[in-house]
């Protein structure tokens, strides 16, 4: 099975409540040695314009924003498709969101 990548966009069973929805995958690579677990943040369309939302323009997705309170780790088998992959600009505005969130300094400046 492959595993997720990083900067990865995936459509992820968030379950029956949060449904079918993409996420973009934030956690390390998987190796054989580690647990088979992928750290993921949701997008969604119903913004709210939080500190913690990272707008993130991106042809593979509909307008709104990756969630960093979303944050949830799940088992690889949960992410149904690939959508894409970001890139690191991309990425950024999604790190400092989970730095805020989880009040972790900010690297990037923010």
Same mark, same amino acid.
């Given at each position: 099975?492959?595993?997720?990548?990083?900067?990865? /966009?995936? !459509? +992820?069973?968030?379950?029956?409540?949060?449904?079918? %929805?993409?996420? /973009?995958? &934030?956690?390390?690579? +998987?190796?054989? $040695?580690?647990?088979?677990? =992928?750290? &993921?943040?949701?997008?969604?369309?119903?913004? %709210?314009?939080? !500190?913690?939302? *990272?707008? &993130?323009?991106? @042809?593979? !997705?509909?307008? $709104?924003?990756?969630? *960093?309170? $979303?944050? /949830?780790? =799940?088992?690889? /088998? @949960?992410? +149904? %498709?690939?959508?894409?992959? !970001?890139?690191? *600009?991309?990425?950024?505005?999604?790190? =400092? *969101? =989970?730095?805020?969130?989880?009040?972790?300094?900010?690297?990037? $400046?923010?």
């Amino acid at each position: 099975m492959r595993y997720p990548e990083r900067g990865e /966009v995936w !459509l +992820v069973d968030l379950g029956l409540t949060a449904k079918i %929805r993409p996420c /973009v995958v &934030v956690s390390a690579q +998987v190796t054989d $040695g580690d647990r088979a677990l =992928i750290t &993921v943040i949701p997008h969604t369309t119903s913004t %709210r314009q939080t !500190l913690y939302e *990272a707008v &993130v323009p991106a @042809r593979l !997705l509909k307008e $709104g924003a990756f969630d *960093a309170q $979303g944050l /949830v780790t =799940i088992p690889p /088998v @949960r992410a +149904v %498709r690939l959508l894409g992959s !970001l890139s690191l *600009a991309q990425m950024a505005p999604i790190e =400092i *969101a =989970i730095c805020k969130w989880l009040g972790l300094p900010c690297e990037r $400046g923010a």
